[in-house]
């Protein structure tokens, strides 16, 4: 969907495991800092689009969880809508809150997303994610493991599927196997991914992670389901992010100049597709491409969704960032480093900042503003005008349920 918004402020706060607060205090930190960043007061707020996916398993805090958040920083009257889109919660916000200021219905809203997946029960935790699936299939996310090695003609043993583990690291894992038969992707590749989201990482001071790994350690690290060691996959975290957006109306009157504009956000879910259609991920791209006159070879900077390290390499090629099956050639010549052809994830990515949810889809918009604005510092991305976000979540069949792909230009 063509879209015409602009990015007036932004706030995050630094992923991590924040046992000691409230969900709506981690929303309200990072409001705080947008409207802040915006030069914006509580009451120019006109709506609310609130991301959450997890509250109500780990929490228990259902319904009315942006009005919870909201009203405690003494916000009310406007409308608040809250979104649950699995992972792509916050990027599902964003989407919305884009459209309504494009149609101009709004001048000045608020997308947010925020989450909290420490707990003392780690079963809270990890049913958080296990209920991202259709449930009423009688085999539920086991099903979706099996479809996918079964279609390999691979054995399935369905009685470790998810032990100690989150459901979608076996997801992922039955993809990876499914790369590296089609196109010879090996687990050293997958560790290339995290030591390089590791190294971007370091230099971000809101990463929930800051340590450098290089490719041994990570191959070297604990196993969590073959080919996947702990670094490879993204962690849980706590954490909120939040993003103020202006109608070109409302910018001009605020005097804003060398303005990140959102071009272009599309929305899609999955579908039992043939063998010849596109994944949801590359028909959401190819959408917001059309709608943004532009394509992949345009872009500067790409924040995606590396939930593991696999899920970088087969984003590359669904996205167009190269052709299918050279996406291990893409991290071997380090075109997807910062000072490469098109840095990736130069935040860290899910693997590094942090996957608390609710949050992911904000904290990428955070972080490509900023690359747009060109206040990177020792990670900036040098003369980013394009950059795309991409976030996905759920899963249904074999595919993501949902998916929004979001691209951002700095207009001078």
Known sequence: MRMNAIVAGIGMVR???????????LAAEAIEMALRD???????LQAAWMGNAAAGVVTGQEMIRGEVALRSMGIGKIPVINVENACASSSTAFQQACALVTAGAY?????????????????????????????EDPDGAVNVVKRITLGMGQAFDAANVGVGRSIFMDIYAALAKKHMKQYGSTQAHFAMVTAKNSFHGSMNPRAQYQERLTVEQVMAARAIIDPLTLPMCSPIGDGAAAVILVSERKAREMGLRKTVHV??????TGWDYTQADDSVGAWAAKQAYEAAGMGPGDLSCVELHDASAPSEISAYEYLGLCAPG????????????LGGRIPVNVSGGLLRKGHPIGATGC??????TEQLRGVSGARQVQGARWALAHNGGGAIGTDAAATVVSILQRRD
């Open 15 to 25: 992923f991590g495991k924040h046992l000691d607060r409230t969900l709506k205090s």
């Open 38 to 44: 915006a030069g914006l007061e509580k009451q120019h």
């Open 107 to 135: 001048d000045v809203v608020l997308a947010c997303g925020s989450e909290k997946l420490f707990h003392q029960d780690k079963a809270r935790s990890l049913g958080a994610f296990s209920s991202a699936v259709d449930i």
């Open 263 to 268: 071009v272009a956000s599309a929305l899609a």
């Open 326 to 337: 050279e996406g291990p050639r893409l991290i071997e010549d380090r075109e997807t480093y």
């Open 363 to 368: 904290a990428q918009i955070v972080e490509l």
